[in-house]
């Protein structure tokens, strides 16, 4: 049984870091391609950053490109998400997703990734 479990997420103040973990299970986690989306209330969710089973290619939303690092450590099947400079723009739910592909040739949608955890919330103040 798949199973993606989050943690790292709190409270912090704008221009804060957190680092955000997910750890997979039930599933050959170097086969897939991994990703970190998020969602606010009252919007749609969107892509943050994944990484590409197939050399560890990684992709980051414009959002995000300089201030969050997704990475992860294949010998303990996690996914982090290092968050720094963070923006109260940046509140939202975040999830962890796994897709059994391992290349697109188009920024990763979330209707891509069949896997899912359950979210940590991440909340910035200004």
């Known amino acids: 049984q798949v199973q993606l479990v989050e943690s790292g997420g709190g409270s912090v103040q704008a221009g804060g870091s957190l680092r955000l973990s997910c750890v997979a299970t039930g599933y050959p986690y170097r086969r897939y391609s991994v990703a970190w989306f998020r969602q606010a209330p009252g919007k749609e969710r969107e892509g943050v950053a994944t990484?590409?089973?197939?050399?560890?290619?990684?992709y980051y939303a414009d959002s995000v490109k300089g201030r969050f690092s997704i990475s992860q450590d294949n010998a303990k099947n996690t996914l982090y998400l290092q968050m720094n400079s963070l923006k109260p723009e940046d509140t939202a739910m975040y999830y962890c997703a796994a897709g059994s592909w391992c290349y697109l040739s188009r920024s990763p949608r979330k209707e891509d990734f069949g896997y899912w955890g359950q979210g940590t919330q991440v909340t910035v103040s200004s």
């Open positions: 990484i590409y089973c197939s050399g560890g290619t990684t």
